[in-house]
């Protein structure tokens, strides 16, 4: 079955720099989810799309920005990055469908940005 | 909001021995639950999850895990691990309102003593 494809799976990139993710969510799902997790750390909400309307907003910081596309895929695009930025980004999504919560959250395998 | 409290960050259990990963939530709205695990350099994969009904659920690799509304808490057991089960378990909860995020908990190492 078709899984959440994130690339690239790994980027480095210096102070100051900016670097851009992208996700792509399982077939016919229309929401999108960008999560943060720090080095040891649980995961952190970051910002969630729904039919590529911005849905929610977590602990994004202002450097960061997203949107999703009209194909449903979705970029997270990170300027004047900082070290503390180095973590492993998840993408994820799920279909609402008829407004159902519980269903399921489907992760994808991440994207290791180190900053260096 | 939600939030998750794992009490344990990290669980040594010998091989072939039973394990049970705390997990408890707060909430003031109605919410499901779920279990991933996360292996050693990978991403999330869902375990398991609580939506409603049997407050028993059964899910991958031989995990389950019961919902307890009066103590809100969502425990994951196994009565017989595994050298493979090592990885990192997150607890997770959703409002059940909405489209809502996941909120996770702090993670619990589970490591596996051959």
């Known amino acids: 079955a078709a899984g959440v494809i994130q690339s690239p799976r790994h980027l480095i990139k210096e102070k100051r720099e900016t670097a851009t993710l992208k996700c792509y969510p399982i077939?016919?799902?229309?929401?999108v989810y960008w999560y943060q997790q720090g080095p040891g750390q649980d995961p952190q909400f970051l910002i969630s799309?729904?039919?590529?309307?911005?849905?929610d907003k977590g602990s994004i910081p202002d450097r960061f920005s997203a949107q999703q596309f009209s194909d449903y895929h979705s970029e997270l695009n990170m300027s004047s990055l900082e070290l503390g930025d180095s973590a492993l980004y998840f993408c994820?999504?799920?279909?609402?469908?008829?407004?159902?919560?519980?269903?399921?959250?489907?992760f994808g395998e991440g994207s290791w940005l180190t900053v260096v | 909001a939600q939030s998750v409290t794992q009490l344990d960050s990290q669980v040594p259990v010998f091989e072939e021995a039973p394990v049970e990963l705390r997990c408890n939530y707060s909430?003031?709205?109605?919410?499901?639950l779920f279990w991933y695990v996360q292996y050693p350099n990978q991403g999330l994969q869902l375990l398991l999850k609580?939506?409603?009904?049997?407050?028993l659920v059964k899910g991958i690799n031989g995990f389950e895990a019961e919902f307890n509304k009066s103590q809100t808490s969502f425990h994951l057991r196994k009565p017989s691990v595994h050298i493979s089960d090592t990885a990192e378990y997150f607890c997770?909860?959703?409002?059940?309102?909405?489209?809502?995020?996941?909120?996770f908990g702090t993670g619990t190492r589970l490591t596996i003593i051959p």
């Open positions: 994820a999504s799920s279909k609402p469908g008829q407004g159902f919560a519980g269903n399921t959250i489907y």
């Open positions: 077939p016919r799902h229309d929401t």
């Open positions: 799309f729904y039919e590529k309307m911005q849905s």
């Open positions: 909430s003031s709205v109605s919410v499901y």
């Open positions: 609580y939506l409603s009904g049997s407050t």
């Open positions: 997770a909860v959703r409002s059940a309102f909405g489209n809502e995020k996941l909120t």
